[in-house]
């Protein structure tokens, strides 16, 4: 299906999810009517193990700064309220708890972090409140009611990287290395699947955790392995870690990635080493002359200067415009 069909199903479901009435029906739960404002908020890590993280966020501020500088949803404006959790998942229950009940929001928008988002699953749940455009990829996403992703499920990502690795390059020796929580276990399963499917056994398979800086014993276990090709699901400074050990180490594998990591503030942390790294990729380049890529850069460089334009920031400027999408079918 087209992605324009993709998004039009999509923005029609989650306006049924939004208001299964009016948005007047939603008063209390962060639509002001009288005066045209609904309230969305999301957690993001400015601090913590991936303060960088906060770049999704600034990119989602810019799409509603932007969005209201220009006439809003149908005349609507969007109150942004974000809060840190530190990359935390018992902080992000604590955090989305914080904006339902202090801050009122009628929807979570672009909230940050694989891990997080889950941990938020069952209180969200609980209290009615719908998840849109959660910024990571677990299987779950795909599985629970009143969440809408935009990402793919990280399963599917690692599986067309082991597509890519055997299939156009000849290779079958595999590792992966995956962050231990619910990012790294959502591509573990599709990995593993895959493989299986493909009657191939991982080389390797290391998990980590999201604060790793020293990669070397890791990398020591993929080269004993012999293998020919590391897929790596974790975050940006994970990479960066992971192929300056393997540099190290002279271990000459080819390398995959998912598409977030494909940034400038990875390339910030790894150098030229990044050069030859395979990413799967769902987005359209950051150079792309469509009106809301061109949309995002003028954005982010108006109102976040000093971040840098790339994947990360398209990232979470997307995210945010589903929830515009669906509130505008909503208001149709």
Excluded: C
Excluded at 227 to 245: C, Y
């Amino acid at each position: 299906m087209p992605e324009s069909g993709k998004g039009l199903l999509t923005a029609i479901a989650l306006a049924t999810s939004l208001g299964m009435a009016s948005p007047a029906a939603a008063q209390q739960i962060g639509v002001d009517e009288d005066n045209k404002v609904v309230t969305v908020g999301a957690f993001t890590p400015v601090t913590g193990p991936v303060p960088f993280y906060a770049i999704l966020t600034h990119a989602a501020e810019a799409f509603y700064r932007h969005l209201n500088d220009n006439g809003g949803i149908e005349g609507w404006t969007v109150r942004y309220v974000t809060l840190d959790d530190g990359y935390d998942p018992a902080r992000s229950v604590a955090v989305t708890r914080q904006l339902v009940e202090d801050e009122g929001i009628f929807a979570l928008s672009a909230a940050v972090g694989t891990a997080p988002n889950v941990a938020v699953i069952p209180f969200a749940s609980e209290v009615g409140l719908p998840m849109i455009g959660p910024i990571g990829g677990a299987s779950a996403f795909f599985t629970a009611a009143n969440i809408f992703p935009l990402l793919p499920d990280y399963g599917w990502s690692a599986a067309s990287n082991v597509d890519y690795a055997v299939n156009d390059l000849g290779l079958k020796k595999i590792a992966l290395l995956w962050e231990n929580d619910e990012l790294g276990r959502s591509a573990k399963r599709g990995f593993d699947l895959y493989m299986e499917h493909l009657g191939l056994e991982p080389a390797e398979s290391v998990p980590f955790d999201v604060s790793t800086t020293n990669f070397s014993a890791h990398i020591r276990r993929v080269a004993n392995s012999g293998a020919e090709a590391v897929i790596l699901f974790g975050s940006n400074a994970n990479l960066a870690a992971a192929l300056k050990a393997a540099d190290l180490q002279g271990l000459d594998v080819e390398w995959f990635a998912p598409f977030f990591a494909a940034d400038p503030s990875t390339f910030r942390l790894a150098g030229d080493l990044l050069n030859g790294v395979h990413f799967s990729s769902w987005l359209v380049p950051v150079t792309s002359d469509d009106p809301q890529v061109a949309a995002y850069r003028e954005a982010v460089g108006k109102y976040y200067p000093d971040d840098p334009v790339g994947v990360f920031g398209l990232n979470g400027w997307s995210n945010a415009a589903l929830f515009a999408e669906g509130f505008r079918a909503l208001l149709a």
